[in-house]
């Protein structure tokens, strides 16, 4: 067996990646069980909810879900009747996404559940944390959206060498 690694465990993507894990099952488990939906039809309907008229591009962004998969998730809330669809006035090639009024109501009823949820942070983390945690958290989702360009032109750079 080798010696022990004198190496960083805890960089922060991987700190970020385990605590979005553990609460992501936490709260897939709530809404499945109390309201049946996932966390991420959650993300999207209270996105849609907020914003009426939402185009699907926009979605992708805020949400932070893959675009083919954002795509898959609203069609199915579609399907269920959660939200509608709508061809744009000014351009019929945008479809503008809003809640439907049982889309609404799923809403309105699993915003106490987010609260619940995040009450659990409370137990050790104080207000002031969380609402710092909470800007730290927005600050890391800028800086990659800001510096994704630089990471894909190093990506892609990484993977022709020769061409540096």
């Known amino acids: 067996m080798h010696s022990p690694l004198k190496i960083k465990t805890n960089y922060i993507n991987i700190l970020l990646d385990i605590a979005a894990q553990k609460t992501r099952e936490r709260g897939d488990l709530v809404y499945e069980r109390q309201l049946g939906v996932s966390l991420r039809d ?17 979605l992708t962004e805020q949400s932070g879900i893959e675009k083919t998969l954002a795509s898959k998730l609203v069609s199915s809330l579609v399907q269920r ?7 744009g006035h000014k351009d019929a090639r945008k479809t503008h996404l809003a809640l439907s009024q049982d889309g609404v109501n799923l809403v309105e009823r699993a915003e106490p559940l987010g609260e619940f949820l995040e009450r659990g942070f409370g137990k050790f983390l104080s207000a002031d944390e969380i609402k710092s945690l909470r800007t730290i958290l927005k600050k890391v989702i800028e ?15 990484q993977a022709n ?3 540096s």
């Open 81 to 87: 009747g959660l939200v509608v669809r709508q061809i």
């Open 161 to 163: 060498p020769e061409n």
């Open 143 to 157: 800086a990659e959206r800001v510096t994704r360009p630089e990471f894909d032109a190093w990506m892609a750079q």
């Open 42 to 58: 959650i993300r999207l309907l209270r996105l849609i909810g907020v914003q009426p008229g939402v185009v699907m591009g926009e």
